[in-house]
């Protein structure tokens, strides 16, 4: 069962943890998903049908 929720966890690409979406935007439909060490960014935006993913400094 483990095995299969891995599969469906996005994991930030410098420390390989797993994303949190901690800063959603519900009215908007847009999430948000963080790295917990603030490396990594993901917004969907559901106007723009795209994902936008971006490198955070610390």
Partial sequence: M???KSLFNEKCPACHKV??????NTLFSVV?????NNHFK???H???????E?????
């Fill in 32 to 36: 948000v998903k963080t790295c917990p």
């Fill in 42 to 44: 993901k917004e969907y």
């Fill in 2 to 4: 483990n095995f299969l």
């Fill in 46 to 52: 559901p106007a723009l049908e795209m994902y936008i």
């Fill in 54 to 58: 971006s490198k955070m400094h610390c």
């Fill in 19 to 24: 994303l949190r979406t901690d800063q959603s």
